[in-house]
């Protein structure tokens, strides 16, 4: 059973600071995805890394994939009140369209 | 870009009656809908997959009973709460895999249906 599980679970940081979410998963797994949900609100896609070594930025995140160690992780510099939200990773295989998601990470930025 | 609607966005019932939410791909066609369910809080627990034109797939420990699902065109899956009791009370999101150029699984979600059963 593929198992993903995201560290921390909370995390509150004030404005200007960098930090790393982090992001595991039990199996090997060919694609992993970050998404971040606003409450009440539905998913928005922010990345999608599809190879070993693989790094996307957009803005002040940034997101890599280790494959060999099951580990992609999301890079946050100089947090801004607007990246409050919470931040899901999710995986799947090829050929497998379903999607197996972290358990959250409730990031909260401190003006 | 990709879009799904999703239809109500909030409901409230009455225990024992049914709830029909629905979920469209708005500009591309999508043979396989998803349906989700999150609790308060919690991460996204896939329910079933749905399969335009045939049964969908229900996830371990689902009743298919009581959430029917019908993928009757290209566009269109409606997810339906048959006599809803107050622990169905959740949010509901469907999703759609549009086609990326990496051929990743690109999925879009819809906004969401928030159900409340009194």
């Known amino acids: 059973e593929l198992k993903v599980e995201q560290n921390p679970l909370f995390l509150s940081m004030q404005e200007g600071k960098n930090y790393t979410i982090y992001c595991n998963y039990s199996?090997?797994?060919?694609?992993l995805y970050w998404y971040r949900q606003d409450p009440g609100k539905s998913l928005e896609s922010l990345f999608v890394?599809?190879?070993?070594?693989a790094v996307k930025q957009e803005g002040r995140l940034m997101a890599s994939l280790d494959t060999k160690a099951r580990l992609s992780t999301l890079h946050i510099t100089a947090a801004v009140h607007d990246l409050s939200a919470t931040y899901f990773c999710?995986?799947?295989?090829?050929?497998?369209?379903?999607?197996?998601f972290g358990t959250g990470t409730r990031l909260t930025i401190i003006p | 870009g990709a879009v799904v609607s999703q239809h109500p966005s909030r409901v409230i019932c009455k225990s024992g009656t049914s709830v029909k939410i629905e979920c469209r791909s708005l500009?591309?066609?999508?043979?396989?809908m998803f349906w989700y369910r999150q609790f308060p809080k919690q991460s996204l627990m896939l329910m079933a997959t749905?399969?335009?034109?045939?049964?969908?797939?229900?996830e371990q420990g689902v009743e298919k009973d009581k959430f029917l699902i019908n993928h009757a065109s290209l566009t269109l899956s409606t997810l339906t709460v048959t006599s809803a009791h107050p622990e169905d009370s959740s949010f509901y999101i469907c999703?759609?895999?549009?086609?990326?150029?990496?051929?990743?699984?690109?999925?879009?979600f819809g906004a969401g249906s928030r159900l409340t059963v009194l």
């Open positions: 999703s759609a895999r549009f086609p990326g150029s990496s051929g990743a699984n690109v999925l879009t």
């Open positions: 199996t090997t797994s060919d694609r």
């Open positions: 890394l599809l190879s070993n070594g």
């Open positions: 999710a995986v799947d295989k090829a050929g497998n369209e379903k999607l197996t």
């Open positions: 500009d591309f066609q999508a043979t396989t």
């Open positions: 749905s399969n335009e034109g045939s049964k969908a797939t229900y």
